[in-house]
């Protein structure tokens, strides 16, 4: 099984700022990693599939980077709407399509 | 409009069986693989389970292969998790999601909102 790890566990930005979020992969999953966003009480949100394809009604602030084993989610100016967990999972080799733990992006 | 909306969940105990529904509309449900994925409380996301469009494949994560059981209606656009002997660890937020392609190797794009499943005496 892939296990994939994000780091930092929690992220303190101030609005406004660039966050960097990574999520790295135990074995190649090539481009075939997503990221999601989820805000407290609700879903999660796809944000990113393909590595670096921004899924429908996420603005350009969002990109995604790497193939691989190595991947980056970075919000080049964080707002308000933005503070949440975002989560990346591989869909390389199935079952499972493990998730990473979460990094949690709060108001500094 | 993309809907998910699950139902089923609810307190049962250990040992105990449970059948999630997820009903969906808004998009043709016989052309996507759909997903459940769980949630425990307080923590991050673990895949359960897929099935294909049409049904004829299906996988499971090895923590409830053998006790759960993926089905779809595709004449009603339901989607269904049997799951019996469950155990406390099952205890989660158990999220229906529509995929973005036919087969069983894609992420989700659309969640319901989720239905929770609590495993206690």
């Known amino acids: 099984e892939i296990v994939m790890t994000q780091s930092p566990a929690t992220l303190s930005v101030s609005p406004g700022e660039r966050a960097t979020l990574s999520c790295r992969a135990s074995?190649?999953?090539?481009?075939?990693l997503a990221w999601y966003q989820q805000k407290p009480g609700q879903a999660p949100r796809l944000l990113i599939y393909g590595a670096s394809t921004r899924a429908t009604g996420f603005p350009a602030r969002f990109s995604g980077s790497g193939s691989g084993t190595e991947f980056t989610l970075t919000i080049s100016s964080l707002q308000s709407e933005d503070f949440a967990v975002y989560y990346c999972q591989q869909y390389n080799d199935w079952p499972p399509g493990t998730f990473g733990q979460g990094t949690k992006v709060e108001i500094k | 409009e993309v809907q998910l909306v699950e139902s089923g969940g609810g307190l049962v105990q250990p040992g105990g069986s449970l059948r999630l529904s997820c009903a969906a509309s808004?998009?043709?449900?016989?052309?996507?693989?759909m997903s459940w994925v769980r949630q425990t409380p307080g923590k991050g996301l673990e895949w359960v389970s897929v099935i294909s469009n049409g049904g004829g494949s299906t996988y499971y994560a090895d923590s409830v292969k053998g006790r759960f059981t993926i089905s779809r209606d595709n004449t009603n656009n339901t989607l269904y998790l049997q799951m019996s002997s469950l155990r406390a660890g099952d205890t989660a937020v158990y999220y229906c999601?529509?995929?973005?392609?036919?087969?069983?190797?894609?992420?989700?794009?659309?969640w319901g909102q989720g239905t929770l499943v609590t495993v206690s005496s």
């Open positions: 999601a529509k995929d973005r392609s036919s087969s069983a190797f894609s992420p989700s794009d659309y």
């Open positions: 074995q190649s999953v090539s481009s075939n």
């Open positions: 808004g998009f043709t449900f016989s052309n996507y693989a």
